[in-house]
């Protein structure tokens, strides 16, 4: 079974629209991550999670908002999607917030018209 | 301010060989942490080996190993007896103790030919 879910697999949406990205993991972890990689730029760190507070956030722009409902789950918010937001979205997750090696979840490709 | 460089965009080895894979960091802090991914070709990112920079000792798992040059601020990844499934993206990330956030290199892709 999947220890890192991340839904849907593959989104298209229109420039001005808003979408959420789901992240559920199954690891038992206690920190999770958000990553963006684009054909322009390597894997880039978003933020960060610890029992569902915010360590860390690496994000220019507020239209893009991490929701943690449960401390294994991490959604991301992304809102007034623009083109350039295009990318594969990764989720991952590690033991604890800290130097741990990370795990990551299959991403979720976005693609903005 | 952290960054990690991989200078190899591309390598192709034959299958059963060593390679190594260059990485470079740059870093204020005195305590580190180096870490080694591979991305699959369908898009999968799987942890590989880590290197705590206060251990004098390269890290080693299965047929992966590292050649960590502190002074050089070099944490090179080697892996013997390739086999084809190793070919993948492979990515060198650093974190610091005093600023959490990960920093990854863009990646170096391995071919591995039978």
């Known amino acids: 079974d999947p220890k890192i879910i991340q839904k849907p697999k593959y989104l298209v949406a229109v420039t001005g629209s808003e979408k959420i990205l789901i992240c559920e993991q199954y690891l038992g972890h206690n920190a999770m991550y958000w990553y963006r990689q684009s054909a322009k730029k390597p894997l880039e760190f978003m933020f960060s999670y610890s029992y569902q507070k915010l360590m860390d956030n690496q994000t220019a722009s507020s239209r893009f908002q991490p929701q943690s409902s449960k401390k294994n789950h991490l959604d991301l918010q992304i809102t007034a999607l623009k083109p350039d937001d295009s990318a594969t979205y990764f989720c991952?997750?590690?033991?604890?917030?800290?130097?741990?090696?990370?795990?990551f979840g299959p991403g979720t490709r976005l693609t903005v018209l | 301010a952290q960054k990690v460089t991989q200078t190899q965009t591309s390598i192709s080895v034959m299958e059963k060989t060593t390679v190594t894979m260059d990485c470079v960091y740059e870093?204020?802090?005195?305590?580190?942490?180096l870490f080694w991914y591979k991305q699959t070709a369908s898009g999968e990112i799987v942890f590989l080996i880590r290197?705590?920079?206060?251990?004098?000792e390269n890290a080693t798992v299965g047929h992966y190993s590292l050649n960590f040059q502190k002074p050089k601020s070099s944490i090179g990844l080697i892996i013997t007896a390739t086999q084809i499934e190793d070919s993948a993206v492979y990515f060198c990330a650093m974190r610091e103790t005093g600023n959490y956030k990960y920093v990854f290199g863009a990646g170096t892709r391995l071919k591995v030919i039978a």
């Open positions: 870093t204020q802090d005195s305590s580190y942490f």
């Open positions: 290197q705590d920079s206060y251990k004098k």
């Open positions: 991952a997750s590690s033991h604890d917030w800290g130097v741990y090696e990370q795990y």
